[in-house]
Every structure is written in structure tokens, then in C-alpha cells.
């Protein structure tokens, strides 16, 4: 089993809709949590950044982390077909070398 | 502000041979994390460095080898590719590797092993 788990997609949504992306995780020392956007062929640029459980919204992105439950979600708000991409959660615990831990990512497609 | 910055953009090599990946980390950034990203998958991390030391290491066998210079850059070598070498390479930097501060990632480099 994975430490982090990912629906793979691809998710096609139609443009204004509510995304919802999300993932699980089995490791509890997991203390930050990150959202990752890919687009074709590029590096991971980040998004959303959280630390332990609760809310954050930036714009049209709202991440939430509940560590009872072991479930972090993405929600873009107003999708536009610019948000076309692999989303990728990941998360690390609060050691040095604290390496970062992906899900597989999650294809989003908007559309017209 | 200059982000994180690799070199090259591709590559192409056979299996046997061995290959040099550069990193320049964003400035005031002193923490270079390499990860391997096959396609269709996160990427995994393979290490990190700190203060020119190795700090923290994948599942990755040891002919996956790095160096950090004084100037905070850094390179990833792998000696005798493998065809599952074929991958996007990827550098993260940070302000300092503990797990408080953000990674912010570079373009990678897509290693093609025929």
C-alpha cells in the first residue's frame, strides 16, 4: 500500500464548475501539506500550503486537511480551462531532510 | 528573485552510460532536494543536500550519487544508466531542510534511456 493514495483521474469538468481533489494518506507523523499543479512536461509549481488539520483559502483555492481522518482536499472554485493540469498532493512530517511524499497526481481537464 | 534553474532541458543516452544533471537553486535557498518522476507518477525522492553534505536519502542504489558547491548549486550523477532511469529529473529548493519551509521546484531535466 502507498503511503499517499490519489485518484488518477482524469477528472473533465465543464468551465464555472467546483473541482474537488483529494487524497489519503496511512502515515500519522505527516505534518505539512502541500498542492502541487503540473502542467505537461514542466516542474511541479506549488499552490496551497498547510500545516496540520483545518482550512486555508487563497483565491479561488481552498485546501483542507483533517489528520483524524487522514483526508486532505483541493477545491478550485470558478474552474477556467487555464486550471488544465495534474494536480499533485503532497506532505512530509517535521524532521530535517524532511523529504516531500506525492500521491500519483490527479488529471484535471476544464472545458469549454 | 531567479527561481530554480536545471540544465539541460533533455537528454538522450544509452543504457551503460552515465550522465550529469546541474541545479541552481533560488536564491537565499541553502536545501537542494533531487526527485525522479516516470511518467504518469508523482515524483520520489531520491536525496537531499545541506551545507554540501548529503542529507537524507530515497530508495535509489548507490550509482545514484550528488554534490552540493559552496555556491549552494548542485548535480545529480548517475553511473550505468538503466531503460527505468527514463524519467523527469527534478530539483526542489528551500530556505533550510527542515520541514517548516516550502520546496519550490525547478523545470527538470527528461533523461530519455534507450
Known amino acids: 500500500q502507498k503511503e499517499v493514495e490519489q485518484d488518477p483521474g482524469p477528472l473533465s469538468v465543464p468551465e464555472g464548475a467546483i473541482v474537488s481533489l483529494n487524497c489519503t494518506y496511512s502515515?500519522?507523523?505527516?505534518?505539512?501539506f502541500m498542492w502541487y499543479r503540473q502542467y505537461s512536461r514542466k516542474g511541479p509549481e506549488l499552490l496551497m500550503y498547510?500545516?496540520?488539520?483545518g482550512n486555508k483559502e487563497d483565491g479561488r483555492f481552498t485546501a483542507q486537511v483533517d489528520k483524524s481522518s487522514k483526508y486532505i482536499s483541493l477545491f478550485i472554485r470558478d474552474s477556467q480551462p487555464s486550471d488544465s493540469a495534474t494536480y499533485l498532493c503532497?506532505?512530509?512530517?517535521?524532521?530535517?531532510?524532511?523529504?516531500?511524499?506525492f500521491g500519483t497526481g490527479t488529471r484535471l481537464q476544464v472545458t469549454l | 528573485e531567479t527561481g530554480v534553474t536545471q540544465s539541460p532541458t533533455h537528454l538522450i543516452k544509452t543504457r551503460g552510460q552515465q550522465v550529469t544533471l546541474r541545479c541552481s537553486s533560488q536564491?537565499?535557498?541553502?536545501?537542494v532536494s533531487w526527485y525522479q518522476q516516470a511518467l504518469g507518477q508523482g515524483p520520489q525522492f531520491i536525496f537531499q543536500y545541506y551545507r554540501e553534505e548529503e542529507n537524507g536519502r530515497g530508495n535509489f542504489p548507490p550509482r545514484f550519487s550528488g554534490l552540493q558547491f559552496p555556491n549552494y548549486s548542485s548535480e545529480l550523477n548517475v553511473n550505468a544508466l538503466e531503460l527505468d532511469d527514463s524519467a523527469l529529473y527534478l530539483c526542489?529548493?528551500?530556505?533550510?531542510?527542515?520541514?517548516?519551509?516550502?520546496?519550490?521546484f525547478g523545470p527538470g531535466t527528461r533523461l530519455t534511456v534507450l
Open positions: 502515515n500519522s507523523a505527516f505534518q505539512y
Open positions: 536564491s537565499g535557498h541553502n536545501t
Open positions: 498547510t500545516y496540520s488539520s
Open positions: 526542489a529548493s528551500s530556505l533550510a531542510p527542515s520541514g517548516r519551509d516550502e520546496q519550490f
Open positions: 503532497a506532505m512530509r512530517n517535521t524532521g530535517t531532510a524532511s523529504k516531500l511524499t
